[in-house]
């Protein structure tokens, strides 16, 4: 098999696999907001930001390691199955200790049997056979995807069951167990391969691990400094509502957004020591917006109808529809970020990314705890919005350094797409408060869809006519049309004729 079909075939599977369990999460997140309570959802965003935080810490760069070796010999396998198994024990005999300290720190007493039964989880990573790897290394990815959908389904089958119930946060806890366990299981059923306690390389691995340490610390940060300042200052069904929307934004996002964006890192790669790769860069984050744009707006002029269909009771997540309207514009900036930064990564500019998510790390704590012990919520989710855009335009700067993109021609291009994706949402709200009257939030969200997307491909069309001999990125995208109404024009024109044949 080539190496392009290897790729193909790969990247196949993996994105059924994200698919499948995002899909699957998804589904199950929204039964369960229809059966348990905002405060349920709160209590278990509290307990999943401890256990990730301590999981962390263990991050020892395992797959990094074992997959950056040519030919990784079985002492270096087992050495890394060992340290793996001896770090995440020792961080669930941690998470087992200070469930009573951390129960206090949050103010939340029911968190203290919840951390304690949730602290096996780093256990059960750590005994899972680490032929996984192996796998991914020789891009099996097939036997991956089917083990992962088997600890899916049966899961969210588990806690579905238990929600229906018992009816409060356990159900959470009993998916989150059973998918680590039955993925244990599997690991060892399913591969030949069996590790055998091993510390010969040690040395070797552990010098290797401590960026990767370093740079999962900031990731979360990044992810979850949110959160753990709200903490404080809020209450856990306020921080359920919050982490519910946080859930509806990224689901969004990865199915609508980050198969054409994965889609584009190969093939960039392939261009970035080429001559035109610069203008395929300002090319393909023009494209990216143009996509991501709609899919805000759209999440934005229909956040109420949202929050009704998928969660069921507006009045149990009220606050929701408030936290979704203002947190929307971050799918843009978050976009954007990570596909420049994939970009920075192929041009091996690692240690600057190191820096920028230390920046954005330190600077989103301590501006997100300021808002909060200065003003109130909703200053501190408008402030998350201001620090995004903030650290968007530190991002393209540095893009600007780095590639030698014309940073007016990218910041143009940029902002008349986001222009007209604020026309578009004005006419469509005009339309839906001036001729649509209906009850039904399906159905307002079906035409809000239909009549937003007409007025934006409209704007759009006429835009690209209008600005295509002053920029090349609209005139990119005036060929696009053009060339697909010919095609469309070449179809009709040849059906009557395949018709005729085919009689």
């Known amino acids: 098999m080539s190496f392009f079909s290897r790729i193909l075939k790969s990247s196949f599977w993996i994105t059924l696999s994200k698919l499948l369990n995002r ?15 905002p405060d349920d959802f709160g209590i278990i965003a509290l307990a999943t930001i401890v256990t990730a935080f301590f999981e962390t810490l263990g991050q020892l760069g395992t797959k990094e390691y074992l997959l950056q070796e040519e030919a990784p010999s079985k002492e270096d396998i087992d050495t890394s199955w060992t340290l793996q198994l001896i770090t995440k024990i020792i961080i669930s005999i941690i998470i087992f200790s200070s469930s009573g300290i951390l129960a206090d720190f949050f103010n939340t007493q029911d968190l203290e049997n919840l951390i304690k039964v949730l602290s096996i989880t780093p256990t059960l990573q750590g005994i899972t056979n680490i032929a996984f790897i192996l796998e991914i290394k020789k891009s099996n990815f097939k036997i991956i995807t089917k083990i992962e959908s088997i600890a ?20 959470f806890v ?11 299981i599997l690991s060892y059923t399913c591969f030949r391969y069996k590790p055998t306690f091993n510390l010969l390389k040690a040395n070797n691995q552990i010098s290797f691990s401590k960026w990767t340490l370093l740079k999962g610390i900031t990731n979360y940060i990044n992810n979850k400094s949110d959160i753990i300042i709200l903490t404080n200052f809020t209450s856990t069904s306020f921080i359920g509502n919050y982490n519910i929307c946080q859930t509806l934004l990224l689901t969004a996002k990865e199915i609508a957004i980050t198969p054409f964006s994965d889609a584009l890192n190969p093939e ?32 934005y002029i229909n956040a109420e109808n949202i929050i009704e269909i998928t969660l069921g009771d507006l009045d149990k997540w009220k606050n929701a529809v408030e936290i979704l309207y203002i947190l929307t514009p971050i799918i843009i900036t978050t976009i954007i970020i990570e596909e420049i930064t994939d970009y ?7 240690k600057f990314l190191f820096i920028f998510e230390a920046f954005t790390a330190s600077t989103y704590f301590f501006t997100l705890y300021y808002i909060l012990t200065t003003t109130d919520i909703i200053y501190f989710l408008h402030a998350k919005i201001f620090l995004s855009f903030l650290f968007f335009s ?12 014309s940073l007016k021609r990218l910041i143009l291009s940029l902002t008349s797409v986001i222009i007209i994706g604020l026309v578009s949402i004005g006419s469509t709200i005009f339309i839906l408060h001036s001729f649509v009257n209906t009850s039904f939030s399906l159905i307002e969200l079906g035409l809000s869809v239909s009549i937003y997307s007409i007025i934006y491909i409209i704007n759009l069309s006429l835009s690209s006519l209008i600005l295509r001999n002053y ?5 990119f995208l005036n060929s696009v049309f053009i060339n697909v109404i010919r095609e469309a024009f070449n179809r009709l024109e040849r059906a009557p004729e395949h018709d005729k044949n085919y009689k």
């Open 394 to 405: 530190v991002i393209l700067i540095a893009l600007r350094r780095f590639s030698k993109i």
């Open 344 to 350: 920075l990564t192929l041009m091996c500019k690692v």
């Open 268 to 299: 960039m790669a392939k261009l970035i020591n080429t001559s035109n790769h610069i203008d395929k860069i300002s090319k393909s984050l023009f494209s990216l917006t143009i996509i991501t744009v709609p899919l805000t707006s759209l999440i």
């Open 174 to 184: 009993a998916s989150i167990i059973s998918y680590h366990f039955i993925i244990l």
């Open 471 to 475: 920029s090349n990125d609209w005139h």
């Open 152 to 171: 899916k389904i049966s899961s969210v089958i588990i806690t579905l069951t238990l929600a229906m119930i018992f009816k409060n946060y356990w159900a």
């Open 23 to 37: 899909g699957l999460a998804f589904f199950c997140t929204l039964i369960l907001a229809r059966i348990l309570t």
